[in-house]
């Protein structure tokens, strides 16, 4: 089973952007895929996008598309995802979350084997 690893999260001002990373381990990273996902203070938790084994992007938060890019990195075992024009209401814990399956067109029908424990962004006003 993969073993996942949140950074990067921190406090930016808003309007600014961040990558946050999430290193994988303990399996071929080959064979998932990847979703990014949030969860702000008393909120459900919101599925963001997923990157497939094959590289492509499926976009879960339409809201949120044009502000968000998902990348894998074979060699250095990572995925990423860069959040620009970040708003206070961006302010959640991020996590990354792996399956051995293509991305789901809705976040709900995968099982996501994988969790890492996330890692937290807050946006300043």
């Known amino acids: 089973q993969l073993q996942l690893v949140e950074s990067g999260g921190k406090l930016v001002p808003s309007g600014g952007s961040l990558t946050l990373s999430c290193a994988a381990s303990g399996d071929t990273m080959g064979f998932y895929s990847f979703g990014w996902f949030r969860q702000a203070p008393g909120k459900e938790r919101e599925g963001l996008l997923c990157?497939?084994?094959?590289?492509?992007?499926?976009n879960w938060a339409d809201s949120m598309r044009a502000r968000l890019t998902g990348s894998r990195h074979g060699f250095q075992k990572m995925v990423k995802l860069q959040i620009n024009d970040l708003t206070p209401e961006d302010t959640a814990v991020y996590f990354c979350?792996?399956?051995?399956?293509?991305?789901?067109?809705?976040?709900?029908?995968?099982?996501?084997?994988?969790w890492g424990r996330g890692t937290q962004v807050t946006v300043s006003s």
């Open positions: 979350a792996a399956e051995v399956s293509l991305c789901p067109l809705e976040w709900r029908d995968s099982r996501w084997s994988s």
């Open positions: 990157i497939s084994t094959n590289g492509v992007t499926i």
